[in-house]
């Protein structure tokens, strides 16, 4: 049984820092692309950050660029999203997501519906 738990979501000050994970199970992490999605009260759920099966290539929304670093630790089956310079705007609900890459996939990485394994989400909240 595939299963994506988010945890790490907090409430923290403008201009603090958090980091997020996402733990899996039931399925060989090594051959999956990860990515973060959030989603704001109201707002389309959107494309974070994506990084490859092997860990060596990743992605940003330009919104976080500079900000968010994704890394994964395959031999702990988990992919960490490290937030720093928080801002109110980055308050969501943050969601990690699993895919069998293609060649198509980076291309597209910020699609929710490239995405077969998702989990249930953990809330973020940036407010002082």
């Known amino acids: 049984q595939v299963q994506l738990v988010e945890s790490g979501g907090y409430l923290v000050q403008p201009g603090g820092s958090l980091r997020l994970s996402c733990s899996t199970s039931?399925?060989?992490?090594?051959?999956?692309?990860i990515a973060w999605f959030r989603q704001a009260p109201g707002k389309e759920r959107e494309g974070v950050s994506c990084?490859?099966?092997?860990?060596?290539?990743?992605y940003y929304a330009d919104s976080v660029k500079g900000r968010f670093t994704i890394s994964r630790d395959n031999a702990k089956n988990t992919v960490y999203l490290e937030m720093s310079s928080l801002k109110s705007e980055d308050t969501a609900v943050y969601y990690c997501?699993?895919?069998?890459?293609?060649?198509?996939?980076?291309?597209?990485?910020?699609?929710?519906?490239?995405?077969?394994?998702w989990g249930q989400g953990t809330q973020v909240t940036v407010s002082s």
């Open positions: 997501a699993a895919q069998r890459p293609s060649g198509l996939l980076y291309f597209r990485w910020w699609q929710r519906n490239n995405y077969q394994y």
């Open positions: 990084i490859n099966s092997h860990g060596d290539s990743t």
């Open positions: 039931g399925f060989t992490l090594d051959d999956y692309a």
